[in-house]
Structures are given as C-alpha cells and as structure tokens.
C-alpha cells in the first residue's frame, strides 16, 4: 500500500477474501523508517493504516 503525498494520516482500505481473524503484519518504508514493523488494525473487512505524518510512505501488508 502506497500513500504518496496524501493529505490524511489515516489511511482505511476495504479488503476482502482474507478471514476477519487472520494475522495480519506489516512493515513500513518512509522518510524515517526502513521496512520496521509497524502497527496497524485490521476488523470488518477493512485496513486501517495510520501514517506517522503527513509526508509519503509505504507499507507491506501481509496476511496469514
């Protein structure tokens, strides 16, 4: 998942076929961080990603 120059911190984004209680991990990749763990929330079908700040980042979503 990729926010580039987005204007929000919270990112939400539907997902479907993945259980709602699947493990989901994730790494981030911005200006301060290189592919650390990072917390997220997971729950009625949807990802929530709250960036650190308002600049670009990316994250690596795995679901298990």
């Known amino acids: 998942v990729v926010d580039y120059g987005g204007m929000e911190r919270t990112v939400t984004i539907p997902v479907m076929g993945v259980a709602p209680d699947a493990r989901v991990t994730c790494r ?5 961080h290189d592919l650390e763990p990072y917390a997220v929330s ?15 980042a990316a994250f690596v979503v795995e679901f298990e």
């Open 28 to 32: 981030i990749l911005d200006h301060g």
């Open 42 to 56: 997971f729950g009625g079908g949807e990802l929530t990603l709250v960036k650190p700040d308002f600049f670009s």
